[in-house]
């Protein structure tokens, strides 16, 4: 089983609260909000907004399979994570994926889960968004920003 790793973005609305600042994580590079709290579970880099409404998970890991095209790679995340809902697009020049889910929260408010991933074939990423919908307008353009923003660093020398 593929260990999909899901990156979810949120555009940034703009403003000082979102000035963003680059974050290494592997070889993967992305811009997070610079006064957001970071923090790491279970290997996974977590980003909470300093209102606590809203948070992102960033996660890199290996493609199991060598030579493995970024497409085919990407295809495989996507249908271990249930294949439906998916939007197919292009970030940091190659292929990704995006879908949003909403549930309810324990508090009975709706939570939208915005989820990006991405494969070059041979490392792939995450972003999970999850935010209160009433806050949509506020943090859902930081996540497609951020999601936006992942870039692969290629090692030196190699």
Known sequence: MIVGTILTVVMAAGGSADALTQFQVK?????????????????TAKFTAPSGDAYFLVDVGAVQTAGMKAQVCVDKIVTGSGG?????????GQPA??????????NGALVDTW??????????????FHLEQGKKERFAPLAEKVAGSVKFQRARGK
């Open 27 to 43: 070889n993967v590079a992305v811009q997070v909000p610079a006064a957001w709290t970071r923090s790491n579970e279970d290997g």
């Open 97 to 106: 994926a995006r879908r949003l889910d909403t549930d309810a929260s324990t």
């Open 84 to 92: 439906t809902g998916w939007e197919k697009l292009k970030v940091g």
């Open 115 to 128: 989820t990006y991933v991405g494969c070059d074939g041979r490392t792939t990423w995450s972003v999970v």
